[in-house]
C-alpha cells in the first residue's frame, strides 16, 4: 500500500509541477509566437484537464494519506494552492497564469509533505521493536 501512495504523490507532485509550468511558459511562448500551432494547449479544454486531474490525484492521495500519518498540513497547502488556481480561472485576470503557477506549485509541494510524512512514518520504530531494541 505504501508503494501506490508514494506512486500517487509522484503522480500527483509530477501532475502540478506540469500545470505550474504549462501555466508560466504558455503564455510568454504564444505571446512571442514561437509555436503558434501549439495554441490549443491554452484552450479551457487543456486547462479543466489540468486542473481536475490534479484535483484527482490530490483527492485520493492525500485524503488517503490522512489516517497514516495524521498530519493536516498536505491537505491544507493543497487545499490553498486549488483555491489559488480556481480563484485565477474564474476571475480571469492579466497576470493569472503566473499566480496559477503559484498555486500548482504549492500543490506539488503538497504531494512532497505528503510523500515525506509518509515514509518517515514507516520508518519510525514500533513498541514492540523499541522493546526488543532496548532489551536485546
Known amino acids: 500500500m505504501r508503494l501506490i501512495r ?3 504523490d509522484i503522480m500527483g507532485f ?3 509541477f506540469l500545470c505550474a509550468i504549462h501555466c508560466l511558459l504558455m503564455p510568454l511562448i504564444l505571446s512571442f509566437g514561437l509555436v503558434g500551432g501549439l495554441s490549443w494547449l491554452e484552450s479551457p479544454l487543456v486547462e479543466w484537464t489540468f486542473i481536475l486531474s490534479t484535483l484527482v490525484l490530490a483527492s485520493w492521495s492525500l485524503l488517503g494519506s490522512l ?4 498530519n493536516k498540513r498536505p491537505l491544507i497547502i493543497a487545499a490553498i494552492g486549488f483555491i489559488i488556481i480556481l480563484g ?3 476571475l ?3 497576470v493569472g497564469h503566473f499566480v496559477a503557477a503559484i498555486g500548482g506549485v504549492l500543490i506539488a509541494y503538497a504531494h ?3 510523500w515525506r510524512l509518509l515514509h518517515n512514518h514507516d520508518q519510525a520504530p514500533t513498541p514492540s521493536s523499541a522493546y526488543e531494541l532496548i532489551h536485546e
Open 6 to 8: 508514494s506512486y500517487l
Open 14 to 16: 509530477s501532475a502540478s
Open 67 to 70: 489516517p497514516h500519518h495524521h
Open 88 to 90: 485565477v480561472h474564474l
Open 92 to 94: 480571469e485576470h492579466v
Open 112 to 114: 512532497y509533505i505528503n
